[in-house]
């Protein structure tokens, strides 16, 4: 029973913010016609956005296979899925365990401190309860010392990085209904940051102007797959039609498969944003129940695309400047002696959109270029610092890939041997 608490239902994102959509709608003594609506929306723009994100990592994920061959680079490539995937055949009791105490002193940390956020984003709460495993177990910490360590440090995480960003999701929002509930917080704390030194928020990346013979570009779905078709081609081209062909596309033509790819990307971009309006609009009335009753003032702290329809311009732009900080990385990283970190375009694009978002709040254009660049440098760097730090996991080819895991990681990692 324990084992499907866990797994089926605290495991299961979209059924974790249904529950607490649930909760909320409940404790507001809401007719029972407004809370199953309330409740199966909110599940249903989750699972939308989920699908939309499934959809996405499936064409990088074609995107990425091209890239490897057509450049015939080796290197650790960042996945949280891949590595927590590993990681579970050993730490999957205390992975479960951290997870589900961790989020116990969530609540209460938001309810006895001024940090009123309610981290939702139930994989990332899975990923960083793994890595906490991981690290401490590495170290030598057993048993219930793990647990209630672990715990501590992954609750005040889960209101800490919400409320650094806050300050910059009232201002890309303009309310305060909603948190940044992501662990790639460090990398949208210093595109906020860096925004603000190098940029101007009056000349936003969403007034650029385009011509009127171009003014399709103005929408989203159509600039997304011109953007991504260029890559594409580009990819493809340099893969070469025999390897694309044979290994991907099932006797495509290599051009067209690079086409339909491009434009699958923008169809996954366009159902995220569909899934994230259809959240929004029930979980922040529904949580008002909890905040009412359990936690006053509590704010839900959502997952990073939760931003995307704030600034569509900075997410492609955020996307493609990460990416590229990404590349240029690769070949940095040798001369400090590190391993080579070949671009996650997963979490380039995820967290390379958010950090445009961020940077382009505070600086507009140049924030957003200026705060997606070093979040592309953070994403490479951080990981090939982890490594060390993940025992056997570092020898895997595949790590943590979002900013915070490196920073959580590392400082952890050297707290703990200094014990040891």
Not at 222 to 243: D, E, K, Q, R, W
Not at 251 to 263: E, K, M, P, R, T
Not at 284 to 289: S, Y
Not at 319 to 345: D, E, N, R, T, W
């Amino acid at each position: 029973m324990l084992d499907v608490i866990m797994k089926d239902i605290l495991g299961t994102p979209a059924i974790l913010v249904g529950l607490f959509a649930l909760v909320g709608l409940l404790l507001q003594r809401k007719g029972i016609t407004d809370v199953v609506s309330g409740t199966l929306k909110t599940i249903m723009g989750f699972l939308i956005l989920g699908a939309g994100a499934g959809i996405l990592i499936g064409a990088l994920g074609s995107f990425g296979s091209m890239f490897d061959k057509a450049f015939q680079i080796q290197g650790v490539i960042p996945n949280n899925e891949a590595i927590v995937a590993l990681a579970q055949q050993t730490f999957g009791a205390e992975t479960a365990m951290i997870m589900l105490f961790g989020m116990v002193v969530n609540i209460l940390l938001a309810r006895f401190t001024p940090f009123k956020y309610i981290f939702l984003t139930g994989h990332h709460t899975m990923f960083m309860a793994c890595m906490i495993a991981v690290i401490l177990s590495t170290g030598g910490v057993k048993g219930f010392p793990l647990v209630l360590i672990g715990s501590i440090i992954l609750g005040a995480l889960m209101v800490l990085s919400p409320a650094m960003l806050q300050p910059f999701m009232r201002k890309i929002t303009g309310t305060n209904d909603i948190a940044m509930g992501h662990f790639g917080s460090i990398g949208y704390l210093v595109a906020g940051a860096i925004g603000k030194v190098v940029g101007n928020p009056e000349k936003s990346t969403e007034d650029i102007k385009v011509p009127k013979s171009l003014g399709f570009l103005r929408d989203t779905s159509v600039s997304v797959s011109l953007t991504m078709t260029v890559l594409f081609f580009i990819v493809a081209i340099a893969a070469g039609p025999g390897y694309v062909e044979k290994e991907l596309s099932a006797g495509q033509n290599y051009l067209v498969y690079a086409v339909l790819q491009a434009i699958t990307f923008a169809a996954g971009v366009y159902i995220v944003l569909a899934g994230v309006r259809i959240l929004l609009a029930e979980i922040v009335p529904a949580f008002k129940g909890i905040a009412e009753k359990v936690v006053p003032n509590a704010i839900p702290a959502l997952d990073c695309p939760t931003v995307f329809p704030f600034a569509s311009n900075a997410v492609i732009i955020g996307f493609f400047v990460s990416f590229v900080a990404g590349l240029i990385s690769m070949f940095l990283l040798p001369l400090f002696g590190l391993k080579v970190i070949v671009p996650g375009l997963v979490p380039h694009f995820f967290t390379g959109a958010a950090a445009g978002v961020f940077g382009n709040a505070t600086g507009g254009r140049r924030g957003a270029i200026a705060g997606a660049f070093v979040n592309g440098l953070l994403i490479s760097f951080l990981p090939a610092l982890l490594l060390p730090v993940l025992g056997s996991l570092g020898f895997e080819g595949t790590t943590f890939g979002d900013a915070d895991f490196g920073v959580v990681g590392i400082v952890l990692g050297k707290i703990v041997a200094l014990f040891n």
